[in-house]
């Protein structure tokens, strides 16, 4: 029963420390070895893009010609003729 016992811990501990080692060794490596590639990627969300669009007078609002007070955006509309 003693060696079922130990086994088992050996086994599970084992395991867990070769699946966290495969999880960060890559970053480990970046770290370590490049260090140059160890930047962070800018993310933009698509609220940022919008304000982005929208700060730069690209989208323009057309409520008028929409039925029950839809708001549609030129980026919208474009993306929408694209994928037809």
């Known amino acids: 029963m003693y060696i079922q016992t130990t086994t088992l811990t050996i086994s599970l501990s084992l395991s867990a420390s070769v699946s966290l080692g495969m999880l960060y060794m ?3 490596y970046v770290i ?3 260090p140059e590639q160890n930047v962070p990627k ?3 969300s698509f ?3 919008v304000t982005a669009a929208t700060m730069s007078g690209k989208l323009s ?7 029950n007070g ?3 955006t030129e980026l919208c509309e474009s ?6």
Do not use: C
């Open 26 to 28: 890559p970053k480990v």
């Open 32 to 34: 370590l070895f490049h």
């Open 42 to 44: 800018r993310k933009r």
């Open 47 to 49: 609220k940022a893009i």
């Open 61 to 67: 609002q057309k409520g008028g010609d929409r039925p």
């Open 70 to 72: 839809e708001v549609k």
């Open 79 to 84: 993306m929408e003729t694209n994928s037809e």
